[in-house]
């Protein structure tokens, strides 16, 4: 299959100012958004075109009726790819659409039919790694007294003790700290503000590394030259990127002799830590800002612990032979 073909006859190229793709990712406000659902509609139009240079720019998403999502539906459940990652396409799509319905180059009716597309069904088991206390402490210790470990460790102490995304993390300003509140203000996905707390040792690191960053407005976490000062732009400390904190993450912890550790790691584990302390899913939700509960519930270990308690409650005979 391929996209619906454009002919100089039945429809003019599209305008780059006027191209649903173009106008859907400048409607993000999140960089890391715009990266991720670049790639979605850029996979999209590799699939359907076969190309494997192909963008999503330039493509006649405005001809896609809903003959051809389905289609394309079955594609990408053929992949072989997770449903989560399969309906992150689907939402992509979606949302392309409805950027080509508001530009007025398709129906309300077409766009509403091309879009009706369910969501693929999936059950399983969680992915990821829970991040034990120990080989936290493994990394905080991998990290030495140079300016980039300090600043390290309190990275590592922020993303144990908040949950926050690595977007979330990369985004934080000098401003958005509050020692006295022990607090961070966290700008999470479609720009929605959240308010986030540090345990006493986080803090207690964060300062530390404060002492070597100084006091010049700018992001909270900077890149480190190799001569050890900050790196700036514009006369202020500029930010690290998502890709940069995994970087450090991946260095640390295999400095630490530890199995490689993700951002999302530290945020499946701090989310099933609140759940097993006991914090209520509303709380936890909150603190994490997922926009629904459902999707906070599914970090819950209690019910695989309480599966597991049950079956040592069992005692298997001892071995000896009958009569």
């Known amino acids: 299959m391929s996209l619906p073909a454009v002919s100089e006859t ?27 659902m670049r790639g979605c509609l850029d996979r999209l139009a590799r699939l359907l075109t076969g190309d494997d240079s192909a963008t999503g720019a330039g493509q006649p998403w405005h001809l896609l009726r809903y003959e051809h999502t389905v289609r394309i539906r079955t594609m990408l459940t053929d992949q072989g790819w997770s449903a989560a ?20 180059q398709t129906s309300a009716e077409d766009f509403a039919r091309a879009s009706d597309l369910a969501p693929v069904r999936q059950s399983r088991l969680p992915t990821g790694h829970h991040v034990p206390p120990e080989v936290v402490g493994a990394a905080l210790s991998a990290c030495d007294d140079s300016p980039a470990g300090v600043r390290d460790a309190a990275l590592i102490a922020v993303l144990y003790s ?18 006295g509140a022990r607090s961070l203000r966290v700008r999470g996905k479609r720009d929605k503000e959240r308010l ?13 590394w404060l002492a070597i960053r100084g ?21 202020r ?15 640390r912890f295999g400095q630490a002799g530890a199995s490689r550790r993700t951002a999302h790691d530290f945020r499946r584990t701090f989310i099933g830590e609140l759940l097993d302390a ?26 695989e612990k309480t599966r597991r308690d049950a079956v040592d409650r069992l005692r298997l005979p001892a071995a000896r032979p009958l009569g």
């Open 278 to 303: 006991g914090v209520d899913l509303a709380t936890a939700q909150a603190l994490v800002g997922h926009s629904s509960p459902a999707t906070t519930a599914r970090y819950d270990r209690r019910p």
């Open 196 to 208: 986030v707390y540090l345990t006493a040792e986080a803090i207690g690191l964060v300062e530390r």
């Open 215 to 235: 006091t010049a407005p700018g992001a909270l976490f900077s890149p480190i030259s190799k001569y050890g000062t900050l790196r700036r732009r514009d006369g």
């Open 10 to 36: 039945a429809a003019p190229p599209v305008e780059p100012a006027r191209d649903p793709y173009h106008v859907y990712l400048d409607s993000l406000t999140s960089p890391e958004s715009r990266r991720t």
């Open 237 to 251: 400390p500029a930010r690290l990127t998502g890709q940069g904190i995994a970087d450090i993450l991946t260095r």
């Open 85 to 104: 990652y399969v309906n992150k396409h689907l939402v992509a799509l979606r949302r392309v659409l409805k950027e080509a319905w508001r530009l007025g």
């Open 162 to 179: 908040t949950g926050c995304r690595r977007a979330e993390l990369s985004g934080l300003a000098l401003a958005d700290y509050d020692p």
